[in-house]
């Protein structure tokens, strides 16, 4: 059973950074690709980045974040991470971190579709306002 924690979630001005982290208690991420997905009041959870495991960690960003945000991974610490710099009030939302034991088809690719990742984690705030 993989169990996922976020956290690193806060307030933080327009403009200004946060890193989210995303670990792994209980078995490790080995083989997992992961990815990060948030939801703001009233809309559905949508994808934001994610990494697999292979290929040295093949990465994938939903456009509204491409450039800002970094997804990234420490097998040795079993941890991934999601830098967002320049954040914007739009990214308001709560963030979760999600693993897919992927089948062979997305060995070098991740799923942008949360039916498709096995473990998430409870969520961490993210508020970004002046």
């Known amino acids: 059973q993989v169990q996922l924690v976020e956290s690193g979630g806060g307030l933080v001005q327009p403009g200004g950074s946060l890193r989210l982290s995303c670990a792994s208690s209980?078995?490790?991420?080995?083989?997992?690709?992961v990815g990060w997905f948030h939801q703001a009041p009233g809309k559905e959870r949508e994808f934001v980045a994610g990494?697999?495991?292979?290929?040295?960690?093949?990465?994938l960003y939903a456009g509204s974040v491409k450039g800002r945000f970094t997804i990234s991974r420490d097998n040795a610490e079993n941890t991934v991470y999601l830098q967002m710099n320049s954040l914007k009030p739009e990214d308001t939302a709560i963030y979760y971190c999600?693993?897919?034991?992927?089948?062979?088809?997305?060995?070098?690719?991740?799923?942008?579709?949360?039916?498709?990742?096995?473990?998430w984690g409870q969520g961490t705030q993210v508020t970004v306002s002046s």
């Open positions: 990494i697999t495991w292979s290929g040295g960690g093949v990465t």
């Open positions: 999600a693993a897919e034991n992927p089948p062979p088809a997305r060995t070098y690719a991740t799923s942008r579709y949360e039916g498709d990742y096995d473990y």
């Open positions: 209980g078995r490790t991420f080995s083989g997992y690709n």
